[in-house]
């Protein structure tokens, strides 16, 4: 079946814009968790959707948000983008085994 | 501060050797701990746990071993090919939610064949 799939997978914005990405989960799946990962930082949990709602947040700051739709589907919005915003961002579901599938991540830059 | 550290960014092993990848904690309530792999492109898949309660887990060539007096534990590949070239990461928790999960900056391993 498919895999978790992310897009855009690269993105270049520039200091004050705002982003949003996309995750699409593994189908049955109804958890979607955020992570930025930065160089030598490791993955850093920003969210959880469950069925629209959020469940657990990281320590980030309120220019990070995100939703889940309907359909599992979730968006990440980032506002005000920084440099330090520079990061790959990825997503992951779970499944009724408490398995975690990640996807293969959306590169941002910003300049 | 790191509560999960990986102080060895890169490590290089020939084909056939193995390939030891160390990682160190500090929080002292951390009971499970667990290793991922990423391959450039694709996001990090779970490789090998083990609970604290244990000091050993072993699935094929992979083997985790864990010392919970000195806050490490280590990955050991044997024997090391070069499709296990990839980004390693250590992880950490003190709950089995995965939003608890702390993971480590990651380890680049290259197998030379």
């Known amino acids: 079946k498919a895999g978790v799939t992310q897009t855009p997978r690269y993105l270049i914005k520039t200091r004050g814009q705002q982003v949003t990405l996309s995750c699409s989960p593994i189908?049955?799946?109804?958890?979607v968790s955020w992570y930025q990962q930065t160089p030598g930082q490791g993955l850093q949990f920003l969210f959880e959707y469950f069925s629209e709602t959020q469940r657990n947040k990281g320590n980030f700051p309120g220019r990070f948000s995100g939703r889940q739709f309907s359909n599992s589907r979730s968006e990440m919005n980032v506002s005000t983008l920084e440099l330090g915003d520079s990061a790959l961002y990825l997503c992951?579901?779970?499944?009724?085994?408490?398995?975690?599938?990640f996807g293969p991540g959306t590169r941002l830059t910003v300049l | 501060d790191q509560q999960v550290k990986q102080n060895s960014p890169s490590l290089s092993v020939q084909e056939g050797r193995i390939s030891i990848l160390n990682c160190d904690y500090t929080?002292?309530?951390?009971?499970?701990f667990l290793w991922y792999k990423k391959y450039p492109a694709e996001g990090p898949t779970f490789l090998i746990s083990i609970s604290s309660i244990k000091d050993k887990n072993e699935d094929g060539r992979f083997t985790v071993f864990l010392n919970k007096s000195a806050k490490h534990l280590s990955l050991h590949i044997v024997p090391s090919q070069p499709g296990d070239s990839a980004v390693y990461f250590c992880?950490?928790?003190?709950?089995?939610?995965?939003?608890?999960?702390?993971f480590g900056p990651g380890t680049s391993l290259s197998v030379i064949p």
């Open positions: 189908s049955g799946h109804r958890s």
């Open positions: 992880a950490a928790s003190a709950s089995t939610s995965y939003d608890k999960v702390i």
């Open positions: 992951a579901t779970v499944d009724y085994n408490n398995e975690q599938f």
């Open positions: 929080n002292s309530m951390f009971d499970y």
